[in-house]
């Protein structure tokens, strides 16, 4: 993630670059230096730009070719068999919960009684 906010940093000070540069186009030779060095920001920005958004690419590309655990999650969620074996395990484990929390309870009161 954070490839992507560089990459997008990156680009709004291109951007910005990019519109503060009409301003330096003159006569003066100062101005010309001055603009010459402002295109080699330029020219640096974009290939970091360029750079950063293919390996954001490749990573991407890497995450979806190499986990076989996304390709078994797909394949579980399509899987009716799964999906209500996982439904029972948490109705289970919800129903285990009720009955601890009622048992505590029914303790609660019958120590309140038994005084």
Avoid: P, Y
């Amino acid at each position: 993630m954070s490839l992507k906010a560089t990459c997008e940093m990156k680009e709004g000070i291109l951007k910005e670059i990019i519109q503060d540069q009409d301003d330096l186009i003159g006569v003066d030779s100062a101005v010309n230096f001055a603009w010459a060095e402002l295109q080699e920001h330029v020219n640096a920005l974009s290939m970091a730009i360029e750079q950063l958004t293919k390996q954001i690419d490749k990573e991407c590309t890497n995450l979806n070719a190499n986990d076989s655990s996304h390709r078994e999650l797909q394949k579980a969620e399509k899987d009716k068999w799964a999906i209500g074996f996982a439904n029972l395990h948490v109705l289970k484990d919800q129903l285990c919960c009720k009955l601890q929390a009622w048992k505590v309870k029914l303790g609660r009161l019958d120590h309140q009684h038994g005084q």
